[in-house]
């Protein structure tokens, strides 16, 4: 138990890291549909919303999924409280949209117009809503 909490420092920076790349993804696909008439500037954010999803994302959702089970292998008495419960659900939920945004990314590939700005706005407070439940569970441990 003596690199748990390293582990745990680990996860945090790692659920920044994800969480940043969860709060901008959708951003990128409101320039990119609200500005799909200027190839040039579309251009540039597929690369943005490439890069940003394959070598920010996706390496920050596994080593906070694997830092996570790490802390419950370690800690299975977590398992045990109806907040550790009630934080897995969220967690399986943001990994669910994580995986959603690769498939927007595609979509607005393959047609720009795909969805509205409008869409990817209120698409970007789902995780926001996600964190917060995910934190209060964490640190306020509600039930």
């Known amino acids: 138990m003596e690199y748990y909490t390293w582990i745990l420092a680990f996860h945090v920076m790692s659920f920044v890291s994800w969480m940043a790349m969860l709060f901008y993804q959708p951003r990128l696909y409101v320039y ?4 799909a008439d200027n190839p040039g500037f579309v251009e540039v954010v597929k690369i943005q919303e490439y890069k940003l999803y394959k070598y920010i994302g996706v390496p920050a959702m596994w080593a906070t999924v694997l830092s996570g089970a790490t802390m419950l292998w370690l800690n299975p008495v977590l398992l045990k409280m109806p907040w550790m419960h009630a934080k897995l659900l969220f967690v399986a939920i943001l990994i669910a949209y994580h995986f959603t945004l690769e498939y927007h990314r595609k979509k607005l590939i ?19 809503l996600l964190m917060i439940g995910i934190v209060i569970f964490v640190v306020v441990k509600p039930f």
Do not use: I, Q
């Open 110 to 128: 393959e047609n720009p117009h795909y969805k509205p700005g409008k869409f990817y706005r209120f698409y970007n407070e789902v995780p926001t």
């Open 32 to 35: 990119h549909s609200e500005h």
